[in-house]
């Protein structure tokens, strides 16, 4: 049975809606707001969870940090509360643990001197 381009693309585009709405617990955006009670708990547990926002660009989103017990930040997720973000971070805002841990980042004004 000959296939036509046509065809196909109507059975792939059937076969990815189907996947999309059988799984909802896959979260394009990073922020997974099905995770079951004790994995929740678990996790609050072992970090913990401190409201924050983004400062690399003009948006300012809400985010939450969750630093371990040493106080080291661990992951940066948007702020699922926040209307504007509604959860979500750009690339730039969920790399914001590497800024943190930039060894040249500057953790004192400085002042200029002249020579
Ligand atoms: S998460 Fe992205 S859009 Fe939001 S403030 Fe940070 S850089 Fe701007």
Redesign the pocket.
Same mark, same amino acid.
């Given at each position: 049975m000959p296939t036509s381009r046509r065809k196909f693309i109507k059975i792939s585009a059937l076969g990815l809606g189907g996947v999309a709405i059988s799984t909802p617990a896959i979260n394009i955006f990073g922020v997974n707001s099905n995770l079951d009670t004790p994995t929740l708990q678990k996790t609050s547990k072992t970090f913990k969870r401190t409201p924050t926002? =983004?400062?690399? &660009?003009?948006?300012? =989103?809400a985010?939450w940090a969750y630093t371990d017990q040493n106080n080291s930040i661990k992951k940066i997720i948007?702020n699922d509360i926040d209307p504007h &973000?509604n959860g %979500?971070? =750009?690339? %730039?805002?969920?790399g914001?643990v590497g800024m943190y841990a930039d060894n040249d980042r500057l953790k004192t004004p400085l002042i200029r001197v002249k020579v």
């Open positions: 926002y =983004c400062e690399v &660009c003009f948006w300012k =989103c985010a948007g &973000c %979500r971070l =750009c690339p %730039r805002g969920t914001g």
